[in-house]
């Protein structure tokens, strides 16, 4: 149905004088044209030369559209899957990186209004290339924090980034050293280093913006492009085609997430004495910049070939006996649906077709932005489109902070890198999600569901999604021991920061460089607060382990091992995420059908702008605010900020408890609306099949199925829903 929408203009659009294309005929005899065909109007004797460049194949531009679209989504959704670790390396909260990944909404949504003013009077291929461009440069403006910034520095105490479990984060006797300042870190904190984070941070913002006004013209633009230069008969299969191949790349996203967060962040810059970090250590950074090297290489790649598809091509060509073949099967079984082209002359579906957008083109930007108030007034009276809007509002809540924060979730929550949480999230979650959205167009395709049992459809899949949502608030893991910022069992928590033990040492307050008790399990933030004032590394083949010995804060002395410790349930990351992977299917199976209500549910002339305008509402509603929202939640359960130039940073410890019941808590939340919303649109729908059938009984005439799908004549298209 997102085909019609698009025809509409692009219709209109082409009856005017574009050139000498503007002035071929009618849809039949153009299918068979050998002349006008080719550029510059020259004969072609043989047909083999009506297509004398593959840039005039609407199907090359399919495979170029659907490889542009895939690689744009793939470096919209890498910072997703690297939020955690960007947040590490600049010392973020979580609201603000939260903020950071909506931000490209702020861009995309200022513009993508006027995509439905401009349709087809620009050059679509060539502007798709510019958009292309500019997601490129944003890509490679994302990454230049890290080339600009100093090499990362995880041991602030060493004066050099030697290996970091050395002698700086081991006791010392306060006699033989000089007592710390208050804050330590404020001797190596300038202007300038200020200066630097406020530059990264406003780097990243301004590549985010940039990211989402490129995107503005490639999905939209593109897509009335094929529907406009495909045969009618192929248009529906090249449209499922190129969004089959594009849902794939928020999952190579995270795939590649997966595989860049492997490597150290300074892969390019290694020092000399090597690292002993691994990537399960709390501290470890991966080489997140990488990523958006990779995925603007294979945007900027993708936008060459736009340069050089013509303004408009020939309409594709197709064997007419197919076209009468499909339109007779399309006859037999239209009556349910949309009116038979039989039912009315030709003048009259083209005045019906025409409508608004037969307007809209004739009017200048300021007379379009005049009347853009009046048409949203006007759609926002019905009541079940307003209800789907809604719905999707909820859902696309849900579904902005799930795919924000879930890998750091499964990160703090299960204590798994950040790697394995992108693999797990790119093969298990975004396959569902892709799934359910394809079960439910067959689901509708197959079983000829009306608006009644779409909403009935909508309403199941929400309910079930809800229900495999409770078992989440039970599956996690309990907040370990921290000594000094988590109370011991028997211990009354005093109100200095670290335990007494360390007192005799002068421990750094900003330093981190945990190490875990494996008896107690009790995790130390330092060696130091250990009171430990030795170490032993054990080489071994594949790595090397160290260990701290002759601890005055631990039972025995120790020894203690470095690192966090292991979580005693980190086996439930699996049953979680496939709970998880489940929900998102359900909730992707309402997609298709509530589509379906918004498309028939406003006027014809009035759903090229119903569309725009559910769009621009999701952005505004949804995908802005949703994630600074899952981010401020998030920061409110921390327990330990590390402090960087006397500012908070970055969250080293969360409440597990807590983090779990209120990230998951907001999910349920969003999904609950959603099923509200369902159900209201459903008490409306029976309202009006009763309605409809005693309007049916008065005057004897036609079934009273027939709620949305009505003829010219009738009114329920423009009332009912």
Not at 320 to 331: I, T
Request: net charge neutral; charged share 15%.
């Amino acid at each position: 149905m997102l085909m019609k929408t698009v025809d509409l203009q692009g219709q209109v659009n082409t009856d005017g004088p574009v050139g000498e294309e503007a002035q071929m005929p009618d849809k039949d005899t153009k299918a068979m044209m050998s002349v006008e065909d080719t550029p510059g109007g020259k004969a072609c004797p043989n047909p083999q030369d009506l297509r004398p460049s593959v840039f005039y194949s609407i199907k090359f531009f399919i495979l170029c559209h659907s490889l542009l679209q895939l690689a744009q989504l793939m470096i919209s959704g890498y910072l997703k899957s690297s939020i955690s670790t960007v947040e590490k390396r600049f010392g973020l909260s979580s609201q603000t990186s939260g903020l950071l990944a909506a931000f490209n909404e702020v861009g995309n949504t200022a513009l993508i209004v006027f995509v439905s003013y401009f349709g087809s009077r620009v050059h679509r291929p060539r502007l798709i290339g510019y958009g292309a461009v500019i997601v490129a440069l944003a890509g490679l403006l994302m990454s230049l924090p890290h080339f600009i910034s100093e090499p990362y520095r995880y041991d602030h105490t060493s004066p050099v980034d030697m290996p970091q479990d050395y002698e700086a984060s081991l006791c010392q006797p306060t006699t033989l050293v000089p007592a710390p300042t208050p804050a330590p870190s404020n001797s190596s904190c300038s202007s300038n280093t200020e200066a630097q984070h406020l530059a990264v941070v406003g780097i990243m913002f301004m590549a985010q913006t940039l990211l989402g006004v490129g995107s503005v013209p490639i999905q939209p633009f593109g897509i009335s492009y094929i529907d406009d230069f495909a045969h009618n008969s192929n248009s529906p299969l090249y449209l499922g085609i190129l969004f089959a191949v594009t849902m794939m790349g928020p999952g190579m996203a995270y795939g590649l997430g997966g595989l860049m967060l492997r490597l150290y962040v300074d892969i390019d810059r290694m020092p000399e004495g090597g690292i002993r970090l691994t990537s399960k250590d709390p501290r470890w950074v991966g080489a997140w910049w990488l990523g958006f090297l990779i995925s603007a290489a294979a945007v900027a790649l993708a936008a060459i070939p736009y340069f050089f598809f013509p303004k408009e091509m020939p309409k594709e060509k197709h064997e007419l006996r197919f076209r009468r073949r499909v339109l007779a099967a399309s006859a037999s079984t239209v009556s349910k649906g949309e009116d038979s082209p039989s039912e009315k002359s030709p003048g009259a579906s083209q005045e019906k077709h025409d409508g608004l957008a037969q307007i809209a083109p004739d009017l200048t930007v300021i007379q379009f932005i005049k009347v853009f108030p009046r048409v949203l007034l006007r759609t926002l009276r019905h009541p079940i489109f307003l209800l789907v809007v809604l719905s999707q509002v909820c859902t696309s809540s849900m579904v902005a902070g799930m795919a924000t924060f879930l890998p750091k979730f499964l990160e703090r929550q299960f204590s798994v890198t950040a790697s394995y949480a992108n693999l797990l999230i790119g093969s298990l979650t975004i396959p569902s999600a892709i799934m359910g959205i394809v079960l439910g167009g067959v689901l509708v395709k197959r079983l000829h569901l009306g608006p009644m049992r779409c909403g009935i459809l909508c309403l199941l899949g929400a309910l079930s999604c809800l229900l495999f949502t409770l078992p989440l608030f039970f599956m996690g893991c309990p907040t370990h021991q921290i000594a000094g910022i988590t109370p011991q069992p028997g211990d009354l928590p005093g109100p200095e920061l670290f335990p007494a033990c360390s007192e005799p040492c002068s421990c750094p307050l900003d330093d981190f460089n945990p190490v875990c008790d494996p008896r107690a399990h009790v995790e130390y933030l330092t060696p130091c607060q250990a009171g430990c004032t030795s170490q032993v590394a054990q080489e071994a083949l594949d790595k090397s382990q160290v260990f701290y010995t002759n601890c005055s804060c631990v039972a025995g002395g120790g020894p203690v091992s470095a690192g966090s410790c292991d979580s005693a349930c980190s086996h439930l990351v699996l049953p979680f995420m496939f709970l998880v992977s489940l929900g998102a299917a359900l909730a992707s199976l309402t997609h298709t059908p509530s589509f379906m209500l918004i498309l028939r549910g406003v006027k014809k002339e009035d759903k090229t702008l119903a569309v725009g305008i559910q769009f621009m509402l999701l952005r505004v509603l949804a995908w802005m605010p949703s994630p600074v929202i899952h981010g401020s939640a998030i920061d409110t359960t921390c327990v330990h900020w590390a402090q960087s130039c006397g500012r908070r940073a970055v969250c080293r410890y969360y409440d597990h408890d807590l983090l779990r019941n209120r990230f998951v808590g907001l999910q349920f939340f969003f999904k609950t609306g959603s099923l509200a919303c369902f159900a209201l649109i459903l008490a409306i729908l029976r309202q009006q099949v009763k309605e409809e059938g005693t309007q049916v009984t008065v005057s004897t005439s036609g079934p009273q199925q027939q709620l949305l799908a009505s003829g010219p004549g009738k009114k329920p298209e423009e009332s009912s829903v």
